[in-house]
């Protein structure tokens, strides 16, 4: 059985910073795409940062780029998500999905999902 289990989120002031994690079992994160993205009440899932199985290349949606960083943990099977300099516009769900293959922006292409870690930034 996979699990992808998110923790790390809370309240926090803009500029601060917060990483969150996710611990994956029944896969190894070394072999899939490793992606997190955020939904916002009223707005779609959208990607901000994945991490690639093959050569662990990296994509960061425009608006956390230079501010976000991911990174994952072969030995620890974890996937990190550094974040600084948070914005109240940074405030949403932020969930953890795996995928086989290349990372893509398309939600619904990622096959398994953690249950979710709320971010919540205040100015």
């Known amino acids: 059985q996979v699990q992808l289990v998110e923790s790390g989120g809370g309240s926090v002031q803009a500029g601060g910073s917060l990483r969150l994690s996710c611990a994956a079992s029944g896969i190894a994160a070394s072999l899939w795409c490793m992606a997190w993205f955020r939904q916002a009440p009223g707005k779609e899932r959208e990607r901000v940062a994945s991490i690639y199985s093959s050569d662990g290349s990296t994509y960061y949606s425009n608006p956390v780029w230079g501010r976000f960083t991911i990174s994952r943990d072969n030995a620890k099977n974890t996937v990190d998500l550094q974040m600084g300099s948070l914005r109240p516009e940074d405030t949403a769900m932020y969930y953890c999905?795996?995928?086989?293959?290349?990372?893509?922006?398309?939600?619904?292409?990622?096959?398994?999902w953690g249950q979710g870690t709320q971010v919540t930034v205040s100015s």
């Open positions: 999905a795996a995928r086989s293959g290349a990372c893509y922006t398309d939600p619904s292409s990622y096959r398994y």
